[in-house]
């Protein structure tokens, strides 16, 4: 966990928000019930959770990118929140195939707001069809508070609605796992 830390943490930071945290806690919490959750540069792991998938220390890579995120309370929806850090999970995850995680294959009926891994391959759709910036003006937006539906618009051209219309006719992506 600690040399994933070291690993992605640097990069995370180095592309959305350089000043992040320096000072950031570990804490395998008996009491916590949950999978990971992050608050003021402390992550609160399961250590039930990572004694039940010991490869699945990109865990950390998710939460950590939460850190690097800082977003005020409110200034963005969480679905596009943890979108966004299993996005920097899938770019930027050191074990994610022997941890047996991946983005998965588009249904019919999925929605971007159902959050996580959904959102983060919508996510890598936006950039490998022309907008490799999105992500980065998304989190910057996110984190100043200028987040609006707009943006989208703004972005691309398009309507979240029509990006994601777009997306479910023609859901193809090129994935590479780490």
């Given at each position: 966990m600690t040399e994933a830390f070291f690993t992605v943490y640097p990069q995370e930071a180095k592309r959305f928000n350089k000043q992040?945290?320096?000072?950031?806690?570990?804490?395998v919490n008996p009491a916590?019930?949950?999978v990971a959750a992050t608050d003021h540069g402390i992550v609160d792991y399961s250590p039930k959770w990572l004694r039940e998938r010991p490869e699945d220390i990109d865990v950390v890579t998710h939460e950590v990118m939460h850190i690097v995120q800082a977003y005020p309370n409110g200034?963005?929806?969480?679905?596009?929140?943890?979108?966004i850090a299993d996005y920097a999970r899938y770019v930027y995850g050191v074990n994610n195939q022997a941890g047996n995680w991946k983005l998965p294959d588009y249904k019919a009926g999925q929605s971007y707001t159902n959050s996580y891994r959904i959102m983060a391959r919508f996510l890598v759709w936006l950039e490998q069809h022309g907008h490799p910036k999105v992500v980065?003006?998304?989190?910057?937006?996110?984190?100043?508070?200028?987040?609006?539906p707009a943006i989208w618009q703004q972005?691309?051209?398009?309507?979240?609605?029509?990006l994601w219309a777009a997306y479910a006719a023609s859901p193809a992506v090129q994935l590479v796992y780490r």
């Open positions: 992040t945290r320096r000072r950031v806690v570990f804490f916590y019930k949950g200034s963005a929806p969480g679905w596009l929140t943890e979108g980065e003006k998304l989190d910057a937006a996110a984190r100043t508070r200028t987040y609006t972005q691309t051209g398009k309507t979240l609605d029509e």
